[in-house]
């Protein structure tokens, strides 16, 4: 539920909404002050109720809930606010922590992860506001109802970010797979949904849509820093199962080459090509560093490296924005950790710091130290010396060994900088563990188990960044169209009620509608004034597309129909030619299903 916690009347809204309801695991236990044994009694305490918290919003099968196998729910709340629904980009950053957590030996996971690509396999076929799979464009959609059906509401879309974070997530289990020998499975069952998803991103990358906050509309760092990763990797994995990604190799330099537009000489804008009048620190940027770590990229500043000055000089500014907004920040100065937020003009239930946030600025800099270990050396530069100076206002630029002085200072430092971040976490957790967020609601748990396994130097595998290349030195707004279909779904039992979406390709005129009608009862039973309207919201001169969605049609039902159009004076009705279609609905695991057509003359 929503609510607020306030502290001496001082205290900002921190865990302040959509708190999911755990049992109480240790009715005992009391947060303790940010000691270093009772930071680490915390991290071992949260980590237990923090994956409880992730599997208690699957979907599982037998269990008799509304929420289909494998679907990821963002929170079980459903009303102030209602969050009762599956987020494409939440539920694969939430699948990439499990995989990693698999890989790192945690085998009970792999039920879930399998449940999981099974649902999206699924999901990838759901036509909805943004598009259906025919031409790629509903994998751009958002979310979608807990029963892998369409959310029809109005929303912020589309959302770029979730079909990079799904192949991202795809990948790093099906490179496992092949280790076990099953190549044969990884081609045939999740290749069709890696591959749909990076022929999304290479035909779509250079169009705008919503940031990773659902609020902006434009050209977003994290969506282009996670897409970038994504072709790179994809190009890899298809050459290792012995397929290509022609928009994986022609379309991330592109990317990468885009990318670096974000970079304004201080820090990372969040976003571009956007109206939003922001100053552009945004915990995002530092979100996108995060997710496209790589520990063999060294300090790389074109993919913005967590240990990169370009990085460090960032998380300096966007964590600085906040020292003196929040009362809960009062007194630390600069060095200390601090309640992060989104961005500095959040007003959205107040504007207040966020659990999601905070972690993610602890998070990058285990992954700088942990990058600056394996490099063997510290390079301070005039770009990041205002970073380590608020650590050690006595430090110099310069190359320094691991045998120095300065290295060991300075490592040291940086990990107690990050342990204070945690700390503030730790402060404000309540007692039985829960972790509430204002976006990524259930991604809470996630990024604090990610956050503390990179502490404890458990990284994920490399996804090649220092082989990606440079950037080509004048970037091109590029495409590559795509081709898509649907992958095979390994389901356990075949679906009752299918949802019907019809697309016809049929030139118009202002103020014409097409409509269709059949003889059936979710299409008016051949009543003209009764059909399915069908909408024009992605239709071009080049393609005239009008498409409507019919709901709760019976699988295994045969019916006739046929596509009409109305004119300007809503009257005139008019049917397409030839002889009546002929559709059955399908049976099996679909719950969803795309009619395209062409309208007869």
Request: hydrophobic fraction near 40%.
């Amino acid at each position: 539920m929503l609510y607020a916690v306030l502290f001496a009347g001082l205290l900002s809204i921190f865990y302040c909404w959509n708190q999911i309801s755990l049992p109480l695991l240790s009715a005992w236990y009391v947060v303790v002050g940010p000691t270093a044994s009772g930071l680490e009694s915390f991290i071992a305490y949260e980590r237990s109720v923090a994956l409880h918290g992730v599997l208690k919003n699957f979907g599982v099968k037998d269990k008799g809930t509304e929420v289909d196998p494998g679907v990821i729910i963002a929170s079980p709340s459903q009303q102030d606010p209602d969050y009762f629904y599956t987020w494409t980009r939440d539920s694969a950053l939430t699948a990439t922590m499990l995989i990693d957590a698999f890989l790192a030996g945690d085998t009970s996971l792999q039920p879930r992860i399998e449940d999981y690509i099974s649902a999206q396999a699924i999901l990838q076929t759901v036509a909805s506001p943004s598009g259906d799979l025919t031409d790629g464009s509903g994998l751009g959609e958002p979310k979608f109802e807990v029963n892998s059906t369409t959310f029809t509401g109005p929303w912020g879309r589309p959302q770029r970010d979730g079909p990079a974070l799904r192949a991202t997530a795809l990948i790093a289990y099906s490179l496992w797979l092949l280790s076990k020998g099953e190549k044969s499975r990884v081609i045939s069952q999740f290749w069709p949904i890696i591959s749909n998803d990076l022929n999304y991103v290479g035909e779509y990358w250079n169009q705008t849509g919503f940031d990773l906050w659902e609020e902006v509309e434009g050209s977003s760092f994290f969506t282009l820093a996670v897409q970038h990763r994504a072709l790179v990797e994809g190009q890899a994995f298809a050459e290792r199962i012995g397929t290509v990604c022609a928009a994986c190799r022609t379309q991330a330099p592109q990317v990468l080459c885009f990318l670096q537009s974000f970079w304004n000489g201080g820090f990372i804008m969040s976003n571009i090509n956007d109206q939003s009048g922001r100053n552009g620190k945004d915990a995002s940027t530092i979100l996108g560093s995060v997710h496209t770590y790589d520990s063999d990229a060294g300090c790389d500043d074109l993919t913005f490296q967590p240990c990169s000055s370009r990085a460090l000089a960032n998380h300096k500014a966007v964590t600085g924005a906040f020292r003196s907004l929040y009362a809960i920040n009062s007194g630390r100065g600069q060095g200390a950790a601090v309640a992060v937020g989104r961005y500095t003009e959040d007003v959205y239930y107040g504007g207040n710091p966020w659990y999601l946030c905070t972690l993610a600025a602890a998070e990058q800099l285990y992954d700088a130290v942990h990058q600056i270990h394996l490099i063997g050396s510290l390079v301070i530069d005039a770009l990041s010396l205002a970073f380590f100076q608020d650590l050690d206002p006595l430090v110099e630029a310069g190359r320094y060994s691991a045998s120095s002085e300065v290295y060991s200072n300075m490592t040291a430092a940086m990990l107690k900088y990050a342990d204070g971040y945690l700390s503030i976490v730790h402060d404000f957790t309540p007692t039985d563990g829960s972790l509430a967020e204002q976006y990524f609601r259930d991604d809470a748990y996630s990024s604090f188990l990610t956050a503390t396994s990179r502490r404890s130097s458990v990284v994920p595998n490399s996804w090649g960044a220092s082989k990606a290349g440079a950037p080509p030195a004048i970037c091109s707004s590029t495409s590559a169209p795509g081709s898509y279909a649907p992958a095979p779904v390994d389901c356990s039992s075949n679906v009752s009620s299918v949802t019907v979406t019809f697309d016809v390709l049929k030139p118009t005129m202002f103020g014409e509608t097409v409509f269709v009608t059949g003889s059936h009862a979710p299409l008016g039973n051949w009543d003209s004034s009764k059909g399915l309207e069908l909408h024009a919201n992605r239709y071009t001169n080049s393609n005239p597309l009008w498409s409507g969605t019919a709901s709760a049609m019976e699988a295994g039902d045969s019916f006739e129909y046929k596509y009409y159009q109305t004119g300007t004076d809503g009257d005139t009705v008019v049917y397409e030619g030839g002889a009546n279609r002929c559709f059955t609905v399908p049976e099996g695991c679909a719950r969803n299903v795309v009619q395209v057509d062409t309208w007869q003359e």
